[in-house]
């Protein structure tokens, strides 16, 4: 989990120490350990995919963002361009289930502590999560996503991404 394993401990000015989440450099430790090539891009805090996008100077539909979703009840991970919104027939036929829909913020942030609420990366594998990618993001030769943070974005090749993942494709 790249999240919830991030943590260091630091001095708090004054006297006692905090916990700080690092969920940038535990995905970069990760790609690095699967020799993966990437770029990390800092930006201005953003929130929203297409804030993100034209904050790091990136067409929207080259922005992914990582949606969570329930699936007959069980959470997973839809990854959709920027610009895009959830298909959720789409995703039933991919998923093979006959309801799909929005996962509240209260179901799945506990399982992302580290990580700032909606900027996880989309390695919903490391988290044990069934990840449903969108058509129009393979066809890119590269994948763009937030690191974790609203202030941090990772570039990696999309062959690369797809060979960690291994997402399931929404059609």
């Known amino acids: 989990m790249v999240c919830a394993l991030l943590q260091t401990t630091l001095p708090r000015e004054g006297s006692e120490s905090r ?3 690092m969920p940038v450099k535990k995905l970069q430790e990760f790609l690095d350990q699967h020799q993966v ?3 990390t891009i800092s930006h201005s805090p953003a929130y929203t995919a297409q804030e993100v996008a034209a904050s790091a100077h990136i067409p929207g539909k080259e922005v992914a963002k990582t949606v969570m979703v329930k699936l007959a009840g069980r959470l997973a991970m839809a990854v959709l361009p920027a610009s895009s919104q959830v298909n959720f027939e789409r995703l039933k036929n991919a998923a093979g289930v006959g309801q799909a829909e929005l996962a509240s913020e209260r179901e799945f942030r506990d399982l992302f502590p580290e990580c700032d609420v909606g900027a996880m990366p989309p390695f919903g594998n490391l988290y044990g999560l069934e990840v449903f990618v969108a ?3 393979t066809e890119d030769e590269e994948i763009a996503f937030n690191a974790g943070t609203h202030t941090e974005l990772m570039r990696l090749a999309y ?3 797809g060979r960690l993942v291994q997402p399931r494709i929404i059609r």
Do not use: M, N, T
Request: aromatic residues 16%.
């Open 19 to 21: 916990e700080v989440g």
């Open 135 to 137: 058509e129009r993001l």
């Open 159 to 161: 062959k690369d991404f």
């Open 37 to 39: 090539k990437y770029v």
